[in-house]
C-alpha cells in the first residue's frame, strides 16, 4: 500500500481513507442488513425448535413416569409369583414325602402279604 501511496499528498491520502471507510461503512450497512433478515427468518424457526424440544420432553417424561409405573407393577406382580412358586414348592416336597411313606407302607404292605403266602404254602405243604 505504501508503494500506491508514496506520490499522493496528504490530502490524497486523507480523501483515499475516506472512500474506504466509506465502502467499509456501506460494506457493514449490507452486513448487518443481512444479519437482522437472517434473524427475522430464523426467529420463528428457533421459536419451533425450541417448542418441539420443550414439547418432546415433556411427552417423554409422561411415557417414562408410565413405564416406571408399569415396572413397579410387574416387580409387585413377580414379588407375588416367586412368593406363590415358593409356597408350590414347600407343597410338593410335601407332596414328595407323603408320596415317599406311602410307598414305603405299600412296600410294607408287599412283605408282608409276600411273607403271609410263604407261611401258608408252607402250611399247605406241611
Do not use: C
Amino acid at each position: 500500500m505504501e508503494e500506491i501511496t508514496k506520490d499522493l499528498t496528504d490530502s490524497e491520502k486523507l480523501n483515499l481513507i475516506l472512500a474506504e471507510l466509506a465502502d467499509m461503512k456501506i460494506w457493514r450497512t449490507k452486513v448487518d442488513a443481512f444479519i437482522e433478515d437472517r434473524s427475522r427468518d430464523t426467529q420463528p424457526m428457533l421459536g419451533k425448535i425450541h417448542k418441539e424440544i420443550a414439547d418432546t420432553r415433556h411427552e417423554m417424561r409422561e411415557r417414562f413416569e408410565k413405564s416406571d409405573q408399569r415396572f413397579n407393577k410387574i416387580e409387585e406382580q413377580l414379588a407375588v409369583v416367586s412368593q406363590d412358586s415358593k409356597k408350590i414348592a414347600r407343597l410338593v416336597r410335601a407332596q414328595n414325602t407323603i408320596m415317599f411313606e406311602a410307598k414305603a407302607e405299600w412296600d410294607d404292605y408287599g412283605n408282608r402279604i409276600h411273607e403271609l403266602e410263604e407261611q401258608m404254602e408252607k402250611q399247605k405243604a406241611a
